[in-house]
């Protein structure tokens, strides 16, 4: 079993003289991973980048690429899906769509997120793509997009109903980073995977979330179960304490009370070990000289958003150091000085500081004219 804490993080505790707190020593599923939203940082990995069916866990890329579409305008929420032929023959979870019922995408949207609907996933697809094909090559593309390097996908719904299905495969580590995409890009979808009962059809059809975690761990807000004969049973678990965000994914637990415990497991050792700090920056002014704006702003190149093991959290500091001034002209982005954040006497990252904005240099008019403005003060 593989544990990593990763090392630039190690380091800093262990330079700081800090106890290093154990991760667990495994889990129960043959792959899992422990990932900060915010940062990315992987905070424990066990066999995660081994190539897994995922089962219906596939659907965080299937609502990844709705939310996208509703996002760039290509489909609203309110818009009506028709149920095609194919869409209604989806077997496993599902909301028994009747061939040419329409229900309107945000329905589809909540019965994916909520109760793992294969229908409405194959109906949304076709009604993006125009074809279930056609979607899963969008997801594939979107996989690799996102580094996804361990990743392909044969169908939107994760089902093993074909022989192809073999070939559909994804690692704890992909998962992971297709999840942070979801819930970064597109928050809104936690309005939908935090449901715990819900109904659609008019209240006629009721829905019930897959994710226990929902009810049962305080902080939980998503994200999606899976499970198959063949993959097992799966979770990618999104929770958030005190402004931390983790994403807790396991592959092939054996019984759907492993999956949440593993997760639970996870999530538990991250609240209980590490915090993440976001250090306050005052807005830093730097002399333009021959500009055509007296001063330009620097600002941080990079969120200066930062984990660190929870006895850190309140020993941060930040120390600025910026040039004396700068001679026009000024890019956008030109570096002005260095963010430096410390913890006690142990530096934690140095972030250049540059141009928020640019600043032109004074034409020979322009300095003429303020030449003369000078002189006609002078003489008052």
Known sequence: MKRIVPLALLVCLVVSGLPVRAAPASVAAKSAILMDAATGTILYE??????????????????????????????RLTDMVTASESAAAKGGSQVYLKVGETMTVEDMVKSIAVSSANDCACA????????????????????????????????????DDSPEAAEHLTSAHDIALMSRALIRDHPQVLGYTQIWMDTIRDGTFGLSNTNKLIRFYPGATGLKTGFTSTAGYCLSATAQREGLELIAVVMGAETSRDRFAACKQLLDYGFANYALVSPQTDA?????????????????????????????????????????AVTAPVSQGQRLGTLTIRSGDQVLAQIPLVAKAPVQKLTFSQMFAIILRHIAMARR
Do not use: Y
């Open 124 to 159: 949304m697809a076709e009604h993006i793509s125009g074809s279930e094909e056609a979607f899963v090559a969008a997801m594939n593309q979107k996989a690799k997009d996102l580094g996804m390097e361990d990743t392909h996908f044969v169908n939107c719904t994760g089902l």
């Open 284 to 324: 830093a002014q730097v002399p333009v000289r021959l500009g055509t704006a007296k001063t330009v702003e620097a600002v941080p190149a990079r969120d200066p958003q930062l984990l660190v093991d929870k006895a850190q959290r309140d020993q941060v500091s930040t120390e600025t150091k910026l040039e004396s």
């Open 46 to 75: 066990q066999n995660s980048h081994e190539p897994l069916a995922p089962a219906s866990v596939t659907k965080v890329m299937t609502l990844l690429l709705i939310f996208q579409a509703i996002d760039d305008g290509k489909i």
